[in-house]
C-alpha cells in the first residue's frame, strides 16, 4: 500500500516558510495546522497565509482546522486550492454537509477525531470523506508524546476501508517518529504528520527515514 508522508510545518521557523517548503520537496503534501485559540488553545494563522503557502509551495497542501465553526471557514481553504482540508468532527454542526460543499469546490475532505472521540460513529460515514485522522495527541501543540491507546481506532477504520474497497486514506498526527510510525502502519494508518521528527533533524533525510519504516510495516 502506498503510503504518505506530511511533515507538519507547525514546527518549521515561522519567519521562513518559503525555504523551510524548500527543505520538504521530498514530501507528499505540506501538512499546515490553522488554530484558532477557541478550539485548541494555540494560535497560528488564517485564510491569508494559507493562500501565501499554496502559492509558494511545490507540494499539495494538506490542511488541518482545528477551528470553531468549521462548516462556515473550511470551505475558504478549500477555494484556495487546498488539495486536503481536514476538519474536526467535535467542531462541525454538520459533517456530512461540510464534507459534500469541500468536494464540490474540489478538495479531498477529511474528518478528523480526538483522541478521546470514538471512531464507531463515523465507520458508515466513511463513503462521504476522502481522509479520516485519528489525533495521537490532543490537538494544539507540536512536540507530543504519541498516544497509543488510539491505535485500535485504526484498527476499526481499515478493516472497514477494506471491505468497502473506498479509497479513504487514514491520517495519524502527534508524535511521529521512526519508531511511532512503524506501530501506526501496523495499526493500519497509511498518511503520517510529523512535524518536530522532521524539522528538527535533516528534513530529507527524516522524510526518507519516515517512509521506509512505514512502508516496510504498513498493511
Ligand atoms: O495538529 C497537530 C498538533 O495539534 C500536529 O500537526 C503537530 O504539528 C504535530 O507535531 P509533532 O507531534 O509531529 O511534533
Ligand atoms: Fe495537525
Same mark, same amino acid.
Given at each position: 500500500?502506498p503510503?504518505?508522508?506530511?511533515?507538519?510545518?507547525?514546527?518549521?521557523?515561522?519567519?521562513?516558510?518559503?525555504?523551510?517548503?524548500?527543505?520538504?520537496?521530498?514530501?507528499?503534501?505540506?501538512?499546515?495546522?490553522?488554530?484558532?485559540?477557541?478550539?485548541?488553545?494555540?494560535?497560528?494563522?488564517?485564510?491569508?497565509?494559507?493562500?501565501r503557502?499554496?502559492?509558494?509551495?511545490?507540494?499539495?497542501?494538506?490542511?488541518?482546522?482545528?477551528?470553531?465553526?468549521?462548516?462556515?471557514?473550511?470551505?475558504?481553504?478549500?477555494?484556495?486550492?487546498a488539495?486536503?482540508? &481536514? $476538519?474536526? =468532527?467535535?467542531?462541525?454542526?454538520?459533517?456530512?454537509s461540510? *464534507?459534500?460543499?469541500?468536494?464540490?469546490?474540489? %478538495?479531498? !475532505?477529511?474528518?478528523?477525531?480526538?483522541?478521546?472521540?470514538?471512531?464507531?460513529?463515523?465507520?458508515?460515514?466513511?463513503?462521504e470523506?476522502?481522509?479520516?485522522?485519528?489525533?495521537?495527541?490532543?490537538?494544539?501543540?507540536?512536540?507530543?508524546?504519541?498516544?497509543?491507546?488510539?491505535?485500535?481506532?485504526?484498527?476499526?477504520?481499515?478493516?472497514?476501508?477494506?471491505?468497502?474497497?473506498?479509497d479513504?486514506?487514514?491520517?495519524?498526527?502527534?508524535?511521529?517518529?521512526?519508531?511511532?510510525?512503524?506501530?501506526?502502519?501496523?495499526?493500519?494508518?497509511? &498518511? $503520517?504528520? =510529523?512535524?518536530?521528527?522532521?524539522?528538527?533533524?535533516?528534513? *530529507?533525510?527524516?522524510?526518507?527515514?519516515?517512509? %521506509?519504516? !512505514?512502508?516496510?510495516?504498513?498493511?
Open positions: 500500500m503510503v504518505r508522508i506530511n511533515p507538519s510545518i507547525l514546527a518549521a521557523d515561522f519567519a521562513n516558510f518559503e525555504r523551510e517548503l524548500g527543505r520538504i520537496s521530498t514530501a507528499d503534501l505540506v501538512h499546515v495546522d490553522i488554530m484558532d485559540n477557541h478550539f485548541v488553545p494555540n494560535l497560528t494563522f488564517g485564510l491569508a497565509m494559507t493562500e503557502l499554496q502559492e509558494l509551495s511545490a507540494i499539495p497542501l494538506d490542511v488541518h482546522l482545528m477551528i470553531d465553526d468549521p462548516d462556515r471557514w473550511a470551505p475558504g481553504y478549500a477555494e484556495l486550492g488539495y486536503s482540508v &481536514t $476538519f474536526h =468532527a467535535e467542531a462541525a454542526k454538520d459533517a456530512v461540510l *464534507a459534500r460543499t469541500l468536494r464540490d469546490i474540489g %478538495a479531498r !475532505a477529511g474528518i478528523a477525531i480526538k483522541p478521546g472521540t470514538p471512531v464507531e460513529p463515523f465507520l458508515e460515514l466513511l463513503p470523506f476522502d481522509q479520516v485522522l485519528v489525533m495521537t495527541v490532543e490537538p494544539g501543540f507540536g512536540g507530543q508524546s504519541f498516544i497509543e491507546s488510539t491505535m485500535p481506532k485504526l484498527g476499526l477504520l481499515r478493516e472497514a476501508v477494506t471491505k468497502t474497497g473506498l479513504v486514506w487514514l491520517q495519524v498526527d502527534g508524535g511521529i517518529t521512526a519508531d511511532t510510525i512503524v506501530i501506526a502502519a501496523e495499526a493500519g494508518a497509511d &498518511t $503520517f504528520v =510529523a512535524g518536530s521528527s522532521v524539522f528538527r533533524g535533516e528534513p *530529507a533525510e527524516q522524510i526518507a527515514t519516515l517512509r %521506509a519504516a !512505514a512502508t516496510a510495516h504498513a498493511h
